[in-house]
């Protein structure tokens, strides 16, 4: 056992891995420490910089869960985007879930737009489901607001990738564009140019956000498919 995973299971807890487990289908059991996020992140900060260093840089891929979110955190924690781009590409072929993959955050994004929609680009053309969510999910969070443009919806919308995780996040992010870009997204949906099962999730992600209004939410019913 190494020195991180022997301090991951001195701060387990056995209640919370019953109980994340299940939130977890598709991964081994055995895999799941029982770490909760909070004190994952408590032990970040009692790592000196060899400590984060060596273990960013650590054959992979990990064998446990809360290796995988201890690894996406440190990322995130990067400051110099080079090195972000860097570890992000050794680290996501290997990401096999949604929580580690939606917890990487990298800080180093929001002032190094313009480059990241490069990486963007190569990312959502992977094989790997993860990193195609990754993708996805940046262009959420960073690219719905001032810097949005109508050509990154298409981008989304043209992704033919059949697996549940990434369907979902396609769904996630367009019910988001409707509450930020309610004018350029609902063209999508009217358009029906979209898979009859992320139509649908997009709409019912829609209608239970408090960021689209009680008429859009009406209008938005009425374009169910069926």
Known sequence: MTDIQQKL???RDEKYKEFHSKLMPGINF????GV??????A????????EKSDFLNSPLPHAFYEENNLHGFLISEIKEYDETIKQLNRFLPFVDNWATCDSIRPICFKNN????TEEIDRWILSESTFTVRFAIEM???????????????????????DEYYVRMMIAWYLATALAKQYDS???IIESKQLSKWIHNKTIQKAIESFRITKEQKEYLKQLRVF
């Open 139 to 161: 262009l959420m969070v960073h690219f719905l607001d001032q810097d949005f443009d109508e050509k990154y919806l298409i981008k989304v919308c043209k992704v033919s990738n």
């Open 36 to 41: 909760r996020t909070p004190v994952l992140r």
């Open 113 to 116: 737009k313009s480059k990241l």
């Open 43 to 50: 032990l970040i900060k009692k790592l000196d910089k060899q």
């Open 9 to 11: 299971f001195n701060i």
């Open 185 to 187: 997204t609902v063209k």
């Open 30 to 33: 055995d895999t799941i420490i």
